[in-house]
C-alpha cells in the first residue's frame, strides 16, 4: 500500500506485458536463433515483475475486500491460484530453456514455447478474474 492505495493494480501490467512479449518472441526465435538470450532476459524480467505483483496483492486483498462488492473470497482465491499457476508455468518455460540454450536442437525451445503458450493462457484468464473483481457490478 501507498498512501492507501494498494499497489498492485499498478504492478500486474509489468509481468502481463513481459510475459506475452516472451512468449512471441520465443516464437520468433525458431526463425532467429539469436533471439534467445533475449528471451532468457525477458522471461527473467517478467518473472521478478511478476513475483512482485503476486506479493503485493495481499495488500491489495484487504482494500479489496473492503472496496468492493464483487471482491469475494472466492474470486481473490481463485484470482490468486491462477497468478500463482502461470508463474509456476513460465518458471518452468524459463528452465527449459535455460537447459536448452546452447543446444542447437529445437526440442527445448518447442517445449518452452509450448508452455510459455499455457502459461499465457493462464496469465489471461488470471487478469480477467481480477478484471471481474474490479469491473464488475
Known sequence: MLGGVPLHPLLVHAPIALLLFATLLLLFSFKWVQLKLFVLITLFAGLLSGVAAYLSGDGAEEYAETNLSSATHAAISNHENFALFSLVAFGIAFVLL????RSNKKTM???????AIVGSGLLAYTGHLGGQMVYAK
Request: net charge neutral; aromatic share 10%; glycine share 10%.
Open 98 to 101: 535455460l537447459l536448452g540454450y
Open 109 to 115: 525451445l518447442m517445449l518452452s514455447l509450448l508452455v
